[in-house]
């Protein structure tokens, strides 16, 4: 096709005479390649293109803006001059090609990703279609709302490293890990991960959108967290120091239960767990399981395996509800199952679990009831 002579000197002459000549002359081109777009041979398309580049370089920021929302929708749109605006530093200018241009291949898309800003790494996650060697880059450099963007979005395509990334990112962040955990692809190992950091709330709400992996959900929580705990035990001083405080706290005489009521109240965690072990002839791994589980049963049984009374457990149950958030009431209510039990019974349990092997044989048989 020929373009006419009269627009190319219009072309020439909107370079140099400010904004709105620019302007006027992006939405002709722009016009004249849409309505015949469909048309076009590779060889007209390839006019354009020059022209387009030539005319993008020097135009002001807005009539670039323009052009790029223009060409942004066009499946043929010029290629060269696509590439270009996309890596425009105006957000203005780049966002709307990154989003929404079939002009640009992975290897244009990983360019952007790597060198462009929050607002260009938003646009791009919420293409149709992502591949993985992009989403990559998304989900490691953008904020927040860029990996909400891309784990939300169903044409994203994410490797695992992606996942592993995404899990890493959602600790502490309920509405990342809800997106996350929901994607039907997800890894069954990384799904563990995600699990076993996650929040309560979360993980009800990953059950309850598949009700048939709610089993599956627990069973993971369970198995996931008592190992990352029982990794994190065997590697940290931090029971080790807390042996030594308890030992060095009872001297010459013997553990009492004012001893674990007093590290309860203080808000010691480890001492609290080590010397209720040492009352109970529990295992601290046995004593820290129930310290964290949501339900209260097992601590209680192993209070009263320890011969304390209700105020001690009670201080101990107050510990336990500054990290999992139960209220004053819950504990309250404990009081009547803490009475019913009886210390023969308790102490029968807690032997139990003892000669049924530790922590392995408790994780797969499960909490007493």
């Not at 020439?12 to 005479?17: L, S």
């Not at 940290?236 to 060095?248: F, K, L, Q, R």
């Not at 009886?342 to 102490?347: I, M």
Request: proline share 4%; net charge positive; charged share 25%.
């Amino acid at each position: 096709m020929a373009i006419p002579a009269s627009l190319i000197a219009e072309i020439d002459a909107a370079v140099v005479r400010g904004v709105h000549r620019q302007t006027s002359i992006v939405a002709k081109m722009s016009d004249l390649f849409i309505a015949e777009a469909a048309r076009f041979s590779a060889r007209d398309v390839a006019l354009f293109d020059e022209i387009l580049t030539r005319l993008a370089a020097k135009i002001e920021v807005s009539a670039r803006a323009l052009l790029a929302r223009r060409l942004a929708p066009v499946p043929n749109a010029p290629p060269q001059v696509t590439r270009a605006l996309a890596r425009d530093e105006a957000a203005d200018v780049a966002c709307p090609v990154l989003a929404e241009s079939d002009g640009l291949d992975d290897e244009a898309l990983h360019y952007c990703a790597s060198t462009s800003g929050p607002p260009q790494l938003l646009a791009i996650a919420a293409r149709k279609r992502i591949s993985t060697i992009v989403t990559d880059v998304l989900v490691k450099r953008g904020d927040r709302q860029v990996a909400l963007t891309v784990a939300a979005n169903p044409g994203a395509s994410l490797s695992e490293l992606g996942f592993d990334t995404l899990v890493h990112r959602a600790q502490g962040d309920d509405r990342l890990a809800e997106v996350v955990g929901a994607r039907p692809e997800i890894p069954v190992h990384v799904f563990q991960k995600l699990l076993a950091t996650a929040s309560k709330t979360v993980q009800i709400k990953l059950a309850a959108e598949n009700p048939r992996a709610t089993g599956d959900v627990h069973r993971v929580v369970a198995e996931v967290s008592d190992r990352m705990r029982a990794q994190a035990r065997a590697q940290s001083t931090s029971y080790a120091e807390a042996s030594e405080a308890v030992a060095s706290r009872k001297g010459a005489r013997a553990l009492s239960r004012a001893d674990v009521a007093e590290f309860a109240a203080a808000g010691k965690l480890e001492e609290t767990t080590v010397a209720l072990a040492r009352l109970s002839n529990a295992s601290v791994g046995m004593v820290e399981r129930a310290m964290m589980q949501e339900r209260p049963e097992k601590i209680l049984i192993i209070a009263k395996a320890a011969k304390l009374a209700w105020g001690d457990a009670k201080a101990i149950l107050a510990l336990r509800s500054r990290v999992l958030g139960i209220t004053p009431f819950d504990i309250e209510q404990c009081l009547a199952s803490f009475e019913r039990l009886s210390l023969a019974t308790a102490q029968r349990i807690i032997q139990l679990y003892q000669n049924r092997g530790g922590v392995a044989d408790e994780r797969r048989r499960g909490s007493p009831t």
